[in-house]
Each structure stands twice: as C-alpha cells, then as structure tokens.
C-alpha cells in the first residue's frame, strides 16, 4: 500500500497539505460514514503526519490506518481543551478503536433522595418515581460518573444503596478514603449531613459562586474559632471547586447551545455545528450543502437552519442557537419551531466571553474542514480524469455506476447498484434488488434479474444512464451484463467487468473493457497498483460489495424475525397471538397435534389442520 494511500483510496497526502497545526481533535471514518477512532493532537497537522508514514507503524495502527475514508478536525485554542473535547466525543459517539466504557440507552439524572436523615445521592434512570430531586438529563453516564466522583470527593455525600446503608456496622471503605462521612454509623450528626447535601445541591444548581463565598466565610469562621481541622476541610473544598471553575472554554457556561458557523469559499459551503449541553461540548459535524442560488454567507445559513430544525421531530433543540453570520427571517423559524415542538428558541449573533470563544471555535473549525473537503474534491476530480486516460474514453464521466450479488449459500440473494459521481457518492441514487424466482447460488442469474429491473426503469425515464458501468466480476458477468443492455436497447454505457487477481488481493485487479457491447469482445487491461484510477474503481466496487452485503444481512434478519405462522392462510395477528399465548411460544405451536391445537381459542378444528399441515409440510 503506498504511504499517500490507504486500502480505501483516502488520500493522506493532499488531506495533510492543508492541515493546520494548531491543536485539536480528529475524527476518522470508513466508507460507510462509521466512526473509527477519536484523538486528540497538540500539532495536528504532525499527529495525523505520523499515521501515514512510509513504515513503522504497529499492527493495529496500521490497520486503522488501511479503513480510513476520510477525517474531519475540529480546531481548539489549547491541548487541554482538545483532550477534553476528545474525551465527549468519545463518550458520545463510541469509535471501535477507542476504549469505551459501557453503552447507556436512556439519558441519566443524578438523584438526591428526600424525606430521610441522611439523603443518598447517585445515577438514575428511567421513571421518576422516588421521592426526590432529580438533575439533568446529563448526555451521557459518563458525565454523571465524572460528576457524582467529584461530589463524593468534596461533600462526602453517601452514594450507597439504602439496603447497605440501613446494614452497616462498622465504617466502610468509602469512609477509609475520605470519600463519606459515615453517616451510616453516626459519624456525622443529620444537621452536619444536611449542611453537605445542601451545599450537593447548590453545586448542582450551577450555583458554585454564592457557594465558594459561603465556604470561604466558613472557613475564616473556623480558623478565628482555631478549628484548624474544620478549616482546612474548607481550604480543600474551595481548591476543588475553583479547579473546576477554571474549565477552558469548552467547559464553562451551563446552557443547552448549537452554535453555527460557516465557511465558504466559491460554490463550496462548509457549516459547522457544535452541539453543547450542560455546558459541554458533546459532538462536532460538518454539512457542506450546495447553494444553488444563495450569494452570500446568511444566505446560506438561511437556507440551511430551517431544514435542519423543522426537517427533523426528533432532533435534540437547544434553548439558543450561536450563528456566526446574522439573517432576516429568525423570528419566523422561531415561531415555526414554536408551533411544530412547543419550544422556544432563540438566535443570537452578537456575543461576548466564553461565547464568543465557542463560536471562533466552530469558525475555525468550519475554515479548515472546508479546505480538506476542497482538496478531496480535487483529488476526486484528478481520478476521473486519469480514468479518462486509462480506459481511453474521449470525453471525461460523470456518472458511473456499480452492482454487486450477496447471498449466504444462494438464499436470500440481494443486488446492489451504487452511484458515484466527481463529488464521490450520490447514495440518494443507490438502489437494492431482492432476487427472486432463480436457481440458488445462480450469480448470472441475479445478475441479469437485478439489471434488468435497474435498466427498465431507466429506459423509461426514471433517472439517468451512467456513463460507465461497473460489473463485479469477470468475462461471465460481464457476457451476462451485455446480453442484458443488448437485449434492452442500451448502447451509450460503456460496460466495465472488474475481476480480482490471481491473488484476489486489491491492486491485482484485471478489467474487461467491453469494445462492441452485446458482441461478447472485450480487452483485458491491468493498472498499476498506485493508479489513481484504480483506486476510484476499488473504491465503486468495495462500496457496492458493502451495500450488498448489508442489504442481504437486514433481509436475513427480517426473515428471522418473521413467524412461520405469517405465512400461513387465514391466520391473521389475533390468531398467532393466541397461538402463542396458549402454547408459550412457536417451538411449542410446531410441537402441537391438530387435537391440541384445536383446543386454542378462536381455532375451528379445520384451521387447526391446516395449521399443522402447514407447519409440517417440509
């Protein structure tokens, strides 16, 4: 694999030319758009360097490296405000080449019991049903974790369940570390505890100011009346909530923000939305929409911040929205927002402090994913025009397309077709083809059925005819695929067969360039394995192989999923539910004789035959 080029074709060394070195945060991604891996850089521009180095690099580095489709940087004023940015963003979008801690499926509170002597404070989900003050929703457990970690260490707050604490006898280890008070075995008096949970509270509350005056009072109390234990108590109290007060920016605040900001250079739009809750960064992502009339930058934001809020009834709304340029019309979105979600929310342009910040952040951040995005485009551009030259087409593609054939031993056969154009993929136009009524494990046959379907419809005016056409295999499909088009009047696509090599490893691959379709005369033509060209089809061909696959998996699944009774004549829901209701399950229908059967409500003695011949006709 050559150093400027991963196994998916990204290419690192136009990607790094116009990388900043500023610190930040980077976000890798296959080519399904997954996550793979957040981390966080001083030198951005020397970290990502190091991935893409000619040799060196370890096993598992190296086969992140072989997945990358391509990265996305989020700029920060500081590598401390990066690695807490990195840390969200791993809490939040859980990249398999990180470590994670344990998925969370509903948002955590952090709960204070009431109407006890000694009150517990700890994680909850689900129902609010407790007696009780309950904080948040905080965006992830981990949040609440860092947070109730911190409490215990500066209020000493009992965060065990009640049955431990109503069965304790002795101090425990919470109690050893200085992390509680032992109120379990009246170590602290219910007013002492009170005063602490309060204080719990206030923190919570984002009142830390009006607390740290309060405790600084109380410790100058303590020192003039030489409790010189109690005082020093304070002294730590204080120290940690001001460590915690000076946060960088991508910690302080306490509101539910977006802030959006754009860049644009030309035709091209790069919008950055940071997505701040509690306070805290949790994600980062680029759109690049296409303004096909807008002039200006609040033009584009105009277009733009409507779709994305009243496009969507179940996107997260935050209370304000931060833009970097200001637009007529946001009171409109306001009230449409109103009418839609029954919330309000607010823009605001003009800003001071750590808002400010917030939004220069998302500026610079918009700047340089514009420019990577830019050279990507160029990159891309150069493929098609040494695809050109490789396949010796007099005029440049604009369209090409790709289909491939999934199966698991010829069941359930599903055909992709995947459109890529000089922008990369045009997935609005992919398509998936279930195959039926063919010889299982008839590839050829899958092939023509799924071409057919897909070319009829083009025939007859439903979308547009690629300029090349991709088949995933050799001299067979490919003869198949000409049959096909000759046999539907299609002349003007020029019909590419791509066979893997002798090795079947990527770089080997052996093209069929159709000369005179519908003929069966084809030229055999192999690239360099550094090729650009190549790597624009490795990357159509991988990319159909994975739509494929994926379209054949969620059919197996649906098919698990189905009942054996569904497919069985005048058995209809309230039938199968009684079924399985009577018997405890299908296993248990199946083992049952027509008698038995029979016995089920709303079963006549002739359905519970057909029943049972149905389930026993294989």
């Known amino acids: ?164 604490f109503r069965n304790r006898q002795r101090p425990c280890l919470q109690y050893q570390i200085k992390r509680c008070n032992a109120p379990c075995v009246g170590l602290v008096t219910p007013a002492e505890y009170a005063e602490d949970v309060r204080r719990t509270e206030m923190f919570l509350q984002g009142k830390n100011q009006v607390l740290m005056r309060e405790m600084a009072d109380a410790m100058e109390r303590a020192a003039a009346e030489l409790a010189f234990e109690q005082a020093a108590v304070h002294r730590d109290q204080i120290a940690a909530l001001q460590k915690i007060q000076t946060q960088q920016i991508v910690e302080e605040g306490s509101g539910d923000v977006d802030v959006i900001a754009l860049a644009r250079e030309a035709t091209v739009a790069c919008v950055q939305v940071l997505y701040i809750r509690q306070g805290r960064i949790l994600g980062s992502k680029s759109y690049f929409p296409q303004p096909k009339l807008a002039e200006s930058e609040a033009e584009v934001l105009a277009e733009f911040i409507p779709q994305f809020y009243l496009g969507s009834r179940t996107r997260d709304l935050p209370r304000e929205v931060l833009l970097s340029h200001d637009f007529e019309g946001t009171e409109v979105i306001v009230e449409a927002i109103r009418q839609q979600r029954h919330k309000v929310l607010s823009f605001h342009h003009r800003l001071r402090s750590h808002r400010a910040k917030w939004l220069n952040l998302a500026a610079n951040t918009a700047r340089q994913n514009l420019a990577a995005h830019l050279a990507t485009k160029q990159s891309m551009l150069r493929r098609y025009e040494l695809l050109q030259d490789a396949l010796g087409l007099e005029e440049m593609p604009q369209r090409l397309e790709c289909f491939d054939i999934s199966h698991s031993g010829g069941e359930l056969t599903v055909a992709s ?22 010889i299982p494990g008839d590839d050829y046959g899958a092939m023509e059925q799924a071409l057919t379907r897909r070319y009829t419809r083009l025939q007859e005016g439903e979308g547009k005819l690629p300029d090349i056409l991709f088949i995933d295999g050799g001299k067979g499909q490919l003869s198949q695929a ?11 696509v020029n019909l590419i067969g791509v066979a893997k090599g002798t090795t079947r490893k990527a770089g080997f691959e052996t093209l069929f360039i159709d000369e005179r379709q519908g003929g069966g005369h084809y030229r055999e033509r192999v690239l360099d394995g550094d090729s650009p060209a190549l790597h624009l089809i490795q990357q159509i061909r991988d990319e159909a192989h994975r739509f494929a696959v994926t379209g054949h998996k969620q059919r197996r699944d649906k098919q698990r999923r189905t009942s054996s009774l569904e497919q069985i004549p005048g058995v209809g829901p309230k039938r199968r539910r009684e079924l399985l209701r009577f018997f405890g399950g299908l296993q248990e229908v199946s083992r049952a004789s027509a008698d038995e059967l029979a016995k089920v409500p709303s079963i006549s003695k002739k359905m519970a035959e057909d029943i049972y011949s149905a389930l026993h006709s294989e």
């Open 417 to 438: 077709c995947v459109v890529f154009d000089q922008n990369g993929p045009v997935k609005s136009d992919y398509r998936r083809f279930n195959i039926d009524g063919i």
């Open 482 to 492: 000409q049959a096909v088009l000759a046999e539907l009047g299609v002349s003007d």
């Open 1 to 164: 694999m050559s150093a400027d080029k991963t196994a998916t074709g990204f290419d690192s060394k136009t990607f790094l030319k116009t990388l900043t070195r500023h610190p930040g945060v980077y976000q890798m991604y296959d080519g399904a758009g997954k996550i793979l891996y957040v981390g966080k850089a001083k030198n951005l521009k020397n970290r990502l360097s190091s991935y893409f180095q000619k040799s060196g690099l370890p096993v598992k580095t190296a086969a992140l490296v072989a997945r990358i489709h391509h990265v996305e940087v989020t700029v920060a004023p500081s590598e401390a405000e990066a690695l807490v940015l990195e840390q969200n963003l791993i809490k939040a979008q859980r990249p398999p080449f990180n470590i994670l801690l344990r998925d969370d499926k509903s948002y955590p509170y952090i709960f204070v019991s009431k109407g006890e002597d000694f009150p517990r404070i700890g994680l909850h989900r689900g129902a609010k049903k407790r007696k009780g003050e309950y904080y948040g929703p905080f965006p992830n457990v981990g949040a609440v974790r860092e947070s109730l970690s911190f409490l215990q260490k500066v209020f000493r707050v009992r965060q065990c369940d009640d049955s431990v």
